[in-house]
């Protein structure tokens, strides 16, 4: 028999497990991933006033890499950004808005290599990545 104790005491997370085997680790394991997952991929605000009016065209577009641990978990979702664009067009930081943690690398990765439409100014676009399980 497995006893798993989880104690969140901010800023920390306590994890005890007696009495554990090797398939009862990794069940624990799998079970404290999707909890994770569901703690904190939660919501994401629904308009950020910070972004451009008027969005910059991307002229190249980069497809993220679909992670193996969210193929292998059959998890998909909406990963929500927001980029900084350079007035070259090239983008200078990309901050998750929202969206599932085990998608959020691979989108600001994806993000990170496109380009826009020169223009004037620094803008800031939101950007949304739609991952579907295959």
């Not at 497809?63 to 200078?92: C, E, Q, W």
Request: hydrophobic letters at 45%; aromatic letters at 4%.
């Amino acid at each position: 028999m497995t006893f798993v104790i989880l104690a969140a005491d901010r800023p920390r997370l306590h994890l005890e497990i007696k009495g554990q085997t090797c398939l009862d680790k990794l069940m624990v394991h799998r079970f404290i991933l999707v909890l994770l997952l569901l703690l904190t991929g939660a919501s994401a605000p629904a308009q950020d006033s910070e972004t451009s009016q008027l969005e910059r065209r991307v002229v190249l577009k980069v497809n993220p890499v679909y992670p193996d641990l969210a193929r292998r978990m059959h998890i998909s979702g909406v990963v929500k950004l927001r980029a900084t664009i350079a007035p070259n067009g090239s983008v200078k930081l990309v901050v998750p808005v929202g969206g599932n943690p085990v998608l959020i690398k691979a989108a600001q990765d994806a993000v990170t290599n496109w380009k826009f439409v020169p223009a004037p100014d620094e803008t800031r676009e939101v950007v949304e990545l739609r991952f579907d399980a295959r």
